[in-house]
């Protein structure tokens, strides 16, 4: 009689739950990285922002800031900066000029609302982040205004209200 080689069912399942436990170790590990990376690039993404609105309310020559987020993209186009041209530099990447659409586990929004027409553009503005899906995607939200300062707080706020930086829901960030 020839002895059969290969593993019993016992040493089949001992592996089988060593890598169980293994991956229940792991996977809550890798989760938070990827709230952490997206929070690290929505932060970016806040501070990119308010710093191509500054150079567009620069370029504006007191026009204000952009009425809406195209105008980052295509400052040139009807509406935006007057007498612009349309080789010029843009001041935001079209991708992160698209409010409202998903990027890093985030839901972006622009608030003009309750700012002053000065010119073609306003007197100020709001960019504001919330995850899109709560303690899955992130776990903070973020805001930024004309005034340069950059806001978070812990869960699903909305930090801009009459496009200013809500400062009492979302601190200032150091």
Do not use: H
């Not at 016992?10 to 890798?30: C, F, K, M, N």
């Not at 990285?33 to 020559?61: C, F, K, M, Q």
């Not at 204000?64 to 010029?88: H, R």
């Amino acid at each position: 009689m020839k002895k059969q080689k290969g593993f019993t069912l016992i040493e089949l399942l001992i592996v089988v739950a060593i890598i169980g436990i293994i991956a229940a170790i792991a996977i809550p590990s890798l989760l938070r990285a990827r709230v952490s990376a997206n929070e690290s690039a929505t932060i970016g993404d806040v501070r990119t922002w308010i710093s191509a609105e500054a150079a567009y309310e620069g370029a504006s020559l007191g026009n204000g800031y952009a009425t809406v987020e195209q105008c980052l993209a295509i400052p040139s186009q009807a509406g935006c900066i007057p007498g612009y041209p349309a080789t010029a530099p843009t001041f935001l990447d079209p991708n992160l000029a698209s409010v409202g659409a998903r990027k890093s586990g985030y839901n972006r929004y622009y608030d003009i609302a309750g700012t002053q027409q000065i010119g073609s553009g306003r007197s100020g503005y709001c960019y504001g982040a919330t995850p899109t899906t709560l303690n899955r995607t992130g776990v903070r939200s973020f805001g930024g205004d004309a005034s340069g300062v950059l806001g978070g707080t812990q869960g699903n706020a909305t930090c801009c209200g009459n496009a200013t930086l809500n400062t009492a829901a979302c601190p200032a960030l150091n």
